[in-house]
């Protein structure tokens, strides 16, 4: 079966600080892949997606860089956070015609 | 671009009542996915509508899909402690090159009082 990993479960920068977040999958290949943000009134926003290994389209303008550097790992990073960075954030794996499947999340916090 | 409202944000309501959810697109909807979410966690898929019209039940849940492809409701019936939680409706366009590009709606909160 197909899971989907997300670490750290939770963190705490400051600001100005880099960023690294991972999100692996297991049990297939090719999947494709997102990072979205949930932040408090804002409901649950698609930041990135990935179709393939080097291919990464971004949604929205923000301070925020994704790659895809092997087949099921994908990872949301920043150079330096702004207090805005702050928010839940949550990776998906689908593949054809699948629903999105989710990982349990990383709680960004910006000090 | 697609916008989902759902209604109501909050709901409150005793254990064993049914209660229902909806969630209503701003333009036709080529697939709605209901998920739930437990506060700090991630998401749950409960279900995936396509066709106008389309109904689907897991265990007390059921999903509908109305035949204008427009407006979709959650209904729970006898509620019990354990659905509690964030529920959210998303939908997205015809798939991209293979990629799933979601919107969501902003959630409902529901409680289960004892």
């Known amino acids: 079966s197909q899971t989907i990993h997300q670490w750290p479960a939770t963190l705490v920068q400051p600001v100005g600080s880099p960023l690294s977040l991972e999100c692996t999958v297991e049990?297939?290949?090719?999947?494709?892949l997102y990072w979205y943000r949930q932040a408090a009134g804002r409901g649950l926003q698609l930041l990135f997606y990935?179709?393939?290994?080097?291919?990464i389209s971004s949604e929205v303008p923000q301070n925020l860089s994704a790659s895809r550097p092997q087949d099921r790992q994908f990872i949301l990073s920043s150079k330096k956070l702004l207090l805005s960075d702050s928010g839940f954030y949550l990776c998906?794996?689908?593949?054809?015609?699948?629903?999105?499947?989710f990982g349990d999340g990383t709680r960004l916090s910006i000090l | 671009s697609q916008e989902l409202e759902q209604s109501p944000q909050s709901l409150i309501v005793q254990e064993g009542k049914n209660l229902t959810i909806n969630c209503t697109s701003s333009?036709?909807?080529?697939?709605l996915y209901w998920y739930k979410q437990k506060y700090g966690e991630g998401l749950i898929f409960l279900m995936m509508l396509q066709k106008g019209g389309e109904e689907k039940s897991h265990e007390k849940i059921t999903a509908k899909l109305d035949e204008k492809k427009q407006q979709s409701s959650l209904h729970i019936t006898a509620s019990q402690p354990s659905h509690a939680g964030i529920y959210l409706c998303g939908a997205g366009p015809p798939s991209s090159q293979g990629a799933q590009k979601l919107v969501f709606g902003q959630g409902t909160r529901l409680t289960i009082n004892p």
């Open positions: 049990g297939t290949s090719n999947p494709n």
């Open positions: 998906a794996w689908t593949r054809g015609n699948q629903p999105q499947h």
């Open positions: 990935s179709v393939g290994i080097g291919q």
């Open positions: 333009k036709t909807l080529y697939g």
